[in-house]
């Protein structure tokens, strides 16, 4: 199963393959470790099908715990920094029978847990004799939905050999993103460079410390860095791409870019927890417009909204309801609009404001305030209204802090602003009626919007 990533590994040992705390960990030193855990988890008890909680970062461990834990045939439970407020629930919603932390200093220590019960899904991957991996949803509206995959269907894609990139490990250890850059990237020979801190300044530094190749990220992450003028201040003239997902794109901000970096390519992605992240294909550099799918995945639109049918589709929630139709389609609950086999991604359909029977997508109206300079963050949310149904409403965070001896005066005069903006830009509908002004960031720890 693994045999494809470690003949990689042995051909490539004297490359780097983790930069972490600035510190180089070639191919060598990984394969070291991964054979060292092999040999030591059953000890642990995780043997063949056990739950097991792996508390961690990109670190070289990390790493090698992962692929050992796949080669063990065990369940993962990746978590992180961000999800540990939340971990005691995760793990009775897994049942997690192990825990395995590793610390700030890449030291690594375990606990035993003591399950009560199993989950049914697992019996399919106990009786295939498959890995699986467990990951949770943001929960930014609800509940953390847990997605069980079998590790067999998500690693299949990365045996076709792609190119050799040095990459920001940007994304986290427990988000879709982060797993599939870490596997894109051992797969190939290359290189995941680690950021201890996910501030525009501290990745670009290490962009340009390190030579980095590809930036995947988040457009939240990019508008900052594009507010911060943090490109300025480091030398980016290694970087060959940068990808984005996770949530629309501001086409001001996709822009900006395109100008600002023309030798660098700007490539849309799409994936989701449940399905993994699927080939995508812009129309063209400067474009929203993508097609996504390729081989293993299928996809429909269904009342405006994007289905996928996907070979590495997950097995199913720990937690939830299935999502899928009686046909085997994921609704991804993403508004898109279509042109030939090119989609746009609207926003998501829980998002969408109903005002008086007209549809404001936020991503729309959030794009037009996002043009003014005054303005760092923008989240647009709907609220209800007794006359209309819902008001179009927009927190913003002002790009330079309010002077305190003239906030209010400054916050009217931005507001108007804003408002001014809107009703010459957009239909009188999608103007928002109440703009607030907030300090706080708008956004989570993943770098994702935070939407109400």
């Known amino acids: 199963m693994l045999e494809f990533i470690l003949d990689t590994w042995k051909s490539n040992q004297s490359s780097d393959a983790?930069?972490?705390?600035?510190?180089?960990?070639?191919?060598?030193?990984?394969?070291?470790?991964?054979?060292?855990?092999?040999?030591?988890?059953?000890?642990?008890?995780?043997?063949?099908?056990?739950?097991?909680?792996?508390?961690?970062?990109?670190?070289?461990?990390?790493?090698?715990?992962?692929?050992?834990?796949?080669d063990q045939n065990c369940i993962l439970v990746p978590l992180t920094q961000a999800s540990r407020k939340r971990r005691d629930d995760f793990i009775k919603i897994t049942n997690a029978g192990i825990a395995i932390s590793v610390g700030t200093n890449d030291e690594v220590t375990s606990e035993q847990l003591h399950p009560v019960g199993d989950q049914p899904l697992y019996t399919v991957l106990r009786e295939l004799q498959h890995p699986g991996l467990i990951l949770f949803s943001s929960g930014s509206?609800?509940?953390?939905?847990?997605?069980?995959?079998?590790?067999?269907?998500?690693?299949?894609?990365?045996?076709?050999?792609?190119?050799?990139?040095?990459?920001?490990?940007?994304?986290?250890?427990?988000?879709?993103?982060?797993?599939?850059?870490?596997?894109?990237?051992?797969?190939?020979?290359?290189?995941?460079?680690?950021?201890?801190?996910?501030?525009?300044d501290s990745v670009l530094q290490a962009v340009e410390n390190h030579r980095?190749?590809?930036?995947?990220?988040?457009?939240?992450?990019?508008?900052?860095?594009?507010?911060?003028?943090?490109?300025?201040?480091?030398?980016?003239?290694?970087?060959?791409?940068?990808?984005?997902?996770?949530?629309?794109?501001?086409?001001?901000?996709?822009?900006?870019?395109?100008?600002?970096?023309?030798?660098?390519?700007?490539?849309?992605?799409?994936?989701?927890?449940?399905?993994?992240?699927?080939?995508?294909?812009?129309?063209?550099?400067n474009s929203l417009w993508v097609k996504v799918g390729g081989e293993g995945f299928e996809t429909r639109v269904v009342d405006g909204v994007l289905q996928i049918k996907a070979r590495s589709s997950m097995l199913g929630y720990l937690n939830a309801p299935s999502p899928f139709t009686d046909d085997g389609w994921f609704d991804t609950n993403d508004m898109v609009e279509v042109d030939g086999e090119y989609l746009r991604i609207l926003g998501r359909k829980s998002d969408l404001i109903n005002v008086g029977g007209e549809k404001v997508y936020p991503a729309e109206v959030e794009n037009v305030i996002q043009e003014l300079e005054a303005v760092a963050e923008v989240t647009v949310y709907g609220e209800q209204n007794a006359i209309t149904g819902n008001i179009v409403c927009a927190d913003i965070t002002p790009a330079t802090p309010l002077e305190s001896s003239h906030e209010t005066s400054q916050e009217k005069e931005l507001v108007a602003l804003v408002k001014r903006h809107c009703r010459e830009r957009l239909q009188r509908f999608k103007v928002p009626l109440r703009v607030n002004v907030v300090s706080e960031?708008?956004?989570?720890?993943?770098?994702?919007?935070?939407r109400r």
């Open 18 to 70: 983790v930069i972490w705390r600035n510190r180089a960990y070639d191919y060598s030193t990984l394969l070291r470790l991964f054979n060292e855990w092999k040999g030591r988890l059953p000890d642990l008890g995780a043997t063949p099908g056990s739950v097991v909680v792996l508390d961690a970062e990109f670190s070289p461990n990390a790493v090698a715990l992962f692929f050992a834990l796949v």
């Open 141 to 200: 509206t609800g509940e953390s939905k847990a997605a069980l995959h079998d590790l067999v269907s998500l690693l299949e894609k990365f045996k076709v050999r792609r190119q050799t990139l040095r990459a920001i490990s940007f994304l986290l250890y427990d988000h879709i993103g982060g797993v599939n850059t870490m596997l894109y990237s051992l797969a190939n020979g290359g290189c995941i460079i680690t950021v201890e801190q996910r501030d525009p």
């Open 212 to 285: 980095a190749e590809l930036l995947p990220t988040s457009p939240t992450f990019l508008n900052l860095m594009l507010m911060s003028e943090a490109y300025k201040r480091y030398d980016l003239g290694s970087l060959r791409i940068i990808s984005y997902g996770t949530e629309p794109m501001p086409e001001h901000t996709l822009t900006r870019l395109h100008q600002l970096f023309p030798h660098i390519t700007l490539h849309q992605t799409y994936g989701l927890s449940e399905l993994g992240i699927l080939q995508s294909r812009s129309r063209d550099p």
């Open 441 to 450: 960031s708008q956004h989570t720890e993943r770098f994702k919007k935070v």
